[in-house]
């Protein structure tokens, strides 16, 4: 099982530059999200999806785009990249069903540097 | 909104001694879970340790047991016999039982924890 698939480990960006971040999981889960991690602040929710064609706003939203077309995949989208988005990102997959297994997988991270 | 509190940064412990990691939360919710991540440097989240808020029972994984006092909001990690390859940051985090837009993790800010050989 690959898990939770998390690409790149590493990106530097100029300001102004898009990029997307892209995560693939192949464990059949509902619910997938993006977090940024910053140091001091623990991790903070961007966005995130409760099935294909269905996303919404976590507590960081601005500056970021997302779109679910598939369960497998939830790529995240920097429109137009600022220095305050260094930052390090992970990509999360769990269950939707409050019954079911409740533990969230993560990919590998990105480490984001804009200049 | 949920909220996790983690008011050590940093914590130290000499190898094969026991430390005690804090964690507070607050919530209006009667049911829900709680985990505790560890990051070490390669920064994968590793789930070490999960609690259901109905279950009064503490959970325990081996060496890591927590202590869970639902009046008190309180979760606490305990780590036995610490090895090297526990030195982390570790995370604790809330999650609620309810779905369809409400399983995000809530974190709390982390504790470093350093293991002294």
Redesign the interface.
Known sequence: NAGVTQTPKFQVLKTGQSMTLQCAQDMNHE?M?W?RQDP??????IH?S?GAGIT?Q?EVPNGYNVSRSTTEDFPLRLLSAAPSQTS?Y?C?S?Y???DSN???F?G??T?LTVV | AQTVTQSQPEMSVQEAETVTLSCTYDTSESDYYLFWYKQPPSRQMILVIRQEAYKQQNATENRFSVNFQKAAKSFSLKISDSQLGDAAMYFCAYRSRSNFGNEKLTFGTGTRLTIIP
Do not use: C, I, K, P
């Not at chain 1, 001091?40 to 929710?45: I, N």
């Open positions: 619910y999200s977090y001091g602040m623990g991790l903070r929710l995130y409760v919404d976590g390090v992970f999360a769990s939707s069903r409050a409740t533990e969230a993560f590998q991270g480490r």
